[in-house]
T-cell receptor
């Protein structure tokens, strides 16, 4: 248990569906992240939020839409996804967005797009 | 941008030592990390080394850092079947605000 909780753990959705992934941390961290983990590829940083402000968006398609309503919660809204979007989506948090603080990861949501 | 590279697979026998290697192209002068991902789980910090150190030992784990060659390695002594997992190195970058860049992960398989 790392203190970062993601729901759901598994999600199967059709290409026309709309769904949301949820991440929650009560570690008092100021930065939260979404990563995409695909087989045999480096972890891809998708979005970074610091103090509820988006500070980075790494050229992610608009079918992925993040939301950070407060410092403890982070959502990833999904719509009209493609089969190649199937992956493990990991949420992480850290004290701040600099690389000298430990990142704590959730267990991930395994997304399958059919 | 920053590039962090690892080999994808490593297979060892139980009781042997495992050495997982990582090379990177750039780094800010702070910490470099090894994360471990067990099946069905997220990543967890395993160990780290501060960039002004060459070596750090933590029980069965030894981290070696060669800053000149931009090479980081993780040695696991007396490898056990429970060490089977994916191991990621992570490096903060100069030109991306110090954010962590992860390698693609090395899958360690330990055979009895």
């Amino acid at each position: 248990e790392t203190g970062v909780t993601q729901t759901p753990r598994h999600l199967v959705m059709g290409m026309t569906n709309k769904k949301s992934l949820k991440c929650e941390q009560h570690l008092g961290h100021n930065a939260m992240y979404w990563y995409k983990q695909s087989a045999k590829k480096p972890l891809e940083l998708m979005f970074v939020y610091s103090l509820e402000e988006r500070v980075e968006n790494n050229s992610v398609p608009s079918r992925f839409s993040p939301e950070c309503p407060n410092s403890s919660h982070l959502f990833l809204h999904l719509h009209t996804l493609q089969p190649e979007d199937s992956a493990l989506y990991l949420c992480a948090s850290s004290q701040d967005e600099q690389g000298d603080t430990e990142a704590f990861f959730g267990q991930g949501t395994r997304l399958t797009v059919v | 941008g920053e590039d962090v590279e690892q080999s994808l697979f490593l297979s060892v026998r139980e009781g042997d030592s495992s050495v997982i290697n990582c090379t990177y192209t750039d780094s800010s002068s702070t910490y470099l990390y090894w994360y471990k991902q067990e099946p069905g789980a997220g990543l967890q910090l395993l160990t780290y080394i501060f960039s002004n150190m060459d070596m750090k030992q933590d029980q069965r784990l030894t981290v070696l850092l060669n800053k000149k060659d931009k090479h980081l390695s993780l040695r696991i002594a007396d490898t056990q079947t429970g060490d089977s997992a994916i191991y990621f190195c992570a490096v903060p970058t100069y030109n991306q605000g110090g954010k962590l860049i992860f390698g693609q992960g090395t899958e360690l398989s330990v055979k009895p």
